[in-house]
């Protein structure tokens, strides 16, 4: 798609959901967020339970109404359900249902029927790594597997744009694997993707950018790499001294404060034992901004 | 993109193949209606009258419980499941996708009233029907009401697990008010104005016309079809206001 204008735009958007019974009074779920995903980003939204993830998400999606803000999605307003919109976006809710007594082939042969330009069904089955499972009823499916038809329903429109709403919850660590390789081959394929999760590692793995999400505000924003050594974020280094106390020194300059310890303890005639040099990871930098403290 | 003709009738194509495919749900939905005329033919049998009163009885019960009954649930179920939030979710317009279930339904009321008049021919001498026309549009009409109910009693059922006691506690006083195992005209008074009032009654009337000889013409069946009109747009309010995608929280 030609055009330079962002794939999603997001300008101070809030969502309050009306007091309910029995369950106190109005919750302020979203409470004024901006960001924007460029096209052929992945932007990943992180953040712990209760965060505003699902809601944000829903409401690009155009299940939910916001309360206030601007949003736009290639375009359009999703908050009018335009039928286009839908025909070129793919959606992972993050839980839904579907027929148990139609196989995986049948299911996708029939979601194909209401896009424009389908993509294949053999490949979009190959692509979620459902080859073995194509001819068996969903209600057989595993679990994850059950999640890896929802990736297929989602790309089997071949949209622009697709929304994964914590797409390897209940994965086995090879299967978040064999996800994370098909997400990053939509990058490949040039497609936009907004996704939530709770989990940093895929975060880290698959997003250009990442928001994390708490409370319904944005704490911090940027790439991985940048929120793991942002601003105010310094190297740390450990070494055991000649009485083998464990000493730590943090430092924006670890080169020179290496270049010192090792001379010092050169000279002294000392070993520098378990001698280490950490940057703070993302994970870091997540518990600290998402800690209750 | 697909023409919504084209694509309703692939959405309708695939609840069929879904329906089949679910076998024993299938066979259950179709023997339902001979078992009870099977049963009940025994115990009548021979007494003319009252067959005449059972046969459309048990047509108009087969087309509450396949519209009303099933379509309650199954709108309750895929709202829960999250499959009516999936299906929002597509390009494929609401509309279709809801007409397609509806049509599934409507199929299988058709479907049930032509196992009725062939039993009600071969196995109790009841003819083909007297009056096809009046059968056709007490069908047509009481289809369409009861499948409108059926959807907006699916917006007061909060949850899959209730809808079993929910649906049965409309659907077992409906059926025995209006007169399916018996003549309303045994009912006392109070009971025969309310079952009259209700929509059940009034289309075995009108079916009674279209499949028992001597009981008039459309003409003489209007106020029941008027009833029976009534709560179709009852139905359409209800069914429309309060639809929802998703599934109730909590
Ligand atoms: N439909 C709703 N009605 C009322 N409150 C809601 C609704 N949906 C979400 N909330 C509330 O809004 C807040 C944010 O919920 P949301 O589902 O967006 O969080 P999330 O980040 O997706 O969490 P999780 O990681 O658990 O999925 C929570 O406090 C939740 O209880
Ligand atoms: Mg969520």
Redesign the interface.
């Known amino acids: 798609m030609p055009g330079v204008e962002a794939a999603i735009e997001v300008r101070d958007l809030r969502k309050s959901y009306p007091a309910s019974r029995g369950a106190g009074g109005a919750i302020d779920a979203v409470r004024g967020i901006d960001f924007s995903v460029a096209r052929g980003e992945i932007f990943g939204l992180l953040g712990p339970n209760g965060a505003g993830k699902t809601t944000t998400v829903e409401i690009l999606e155009g299940y939910r109404q916001r309360t206030a803000g601007a949003v736009s999605v290639l375009g359009f307003d999703p908050s009018e359900r335009p039928r286009e919109l839908r025909a070129r976006v793919g959606i992972v809710l993050q839980s839904s249902g579907i027929y148990a007594h139609a196989t995986v082939a049948e299911l996708l042969a029939h979601f194909a029927d209401f896009y424009p330009r389908p993509r294949k069904i053999d490949q979009v089955i190959e692509l979620a790594g459902l080859a073995e499972k194509r001819d068996q009823q969903a209600r057989h499916l595993s679990g994850g597997q059950r999640r890896r038809l929802d990736l297929a329903l989602a790309l089997i429109g071949d949209p622009e744009l697709i929304f994964l709403d914590e797409p390897t919850t209940g994965f086995d660590p090879a299967a978040r694997r064999g996800a994370w390789q098909t997400i990053r081959s939509l990058r490949e394929l040039g497609k936009t993707v907004l996704l939530t999760t709770h989990y940093l590692d895929e975060a880290q793995e698959l997003a250009d950018r990442v928001a994390i999400i708490k409370g319904g505000r944005i704490l911090a924003e940027g790439s991985p790499a940048e929120l793991g050594v942002g601003a105010g974020s310094r190297y740390r280094v450990a070494y055991a001294n000649g009485n083998g106390e464990l000493t730590i020194v943090e430092t924006d300059d670890p080169t020179r404060l290496l270049n010192e310890l090792t001379s010092a303890a050169l000279a002294r005639g000392e070993q520098l034992n378990a001698l280490s040099v950490t940057r703070p990871s993302l994970e870091d930098v997540y518990l600290e901004l998402t800690s209750d403290a | 993109?697909?023409s919504a003709g084209a694509?309703l009738w692939?959405e309708y194509r695939?609840e069929r193949?879904?329906f089949w495919?679910?076998r024993s749900a299938a066979f259950f939905n179709f023997l339902l209606p001979l078992i009870f005329l099977a049963l009940f033919g025994a115990i009548v049998a021979g007494h003319r009258n009252e067959l005449d009163v059972i046969v459309p009885g048990i047509a108009g019960m087969s087309v509450m419980s396949t519209t009303f009954t099933a379509l309650a649930y199954n709108l309750t179920f895929?709202r829960e499941?999250?499959?009516l939030?999936?299906i929002?979710?597509?390009?494929?317009?609401s509309g279709v996708y809801l007409c397609g279930l509806a049509l599934n339904a409507v199929t299988n009321a058709a479907i049930q009233i032509g196992i009725v008049v062939v039993a009600g021919r071969v196995f109790f001498g009841l003819g083909w029907p007297p009056q096809p026309l009046t059968l056709i549009v007490f069908a047509v009409v009481g289809v369409a009401a009861f499948a409108l109910l059926g959807a907006a009693l699916s917006h007061a059922i909060p949850s899959f697990e209730s809808a079993p006691a929910i649906v049965n506690s409309v659907f077992v006083p409906v059926i025995l008010v209006s007169g399916v195992f018996f003549d309303v005209k045994h009912v006392p008074g109070f009971l025969r104005d309310i079952a009259q009032a209700l929509p059940l009654e009034p289309l075995i009337n009108g079916l009674t016309g279209g499949l028992v000889q001597g009981h008039g013409a459309l003409g003489s069946h209007l106020t029941a079809l008027a009833v029976i009109g009534l709560w179709a747009v009852v139905g359409v309010v209800l069914a429309v206001r309060g639809f929802s995608?998703?599934a109730r929280?909590g």
């Open positions: 993109m697909r694509l692939r695939f193949r879904m495919r679910n895929l499941q999250g499959v939030k999936r929002r979710g597509t390009p494929l317009p995608w998703e929280r």
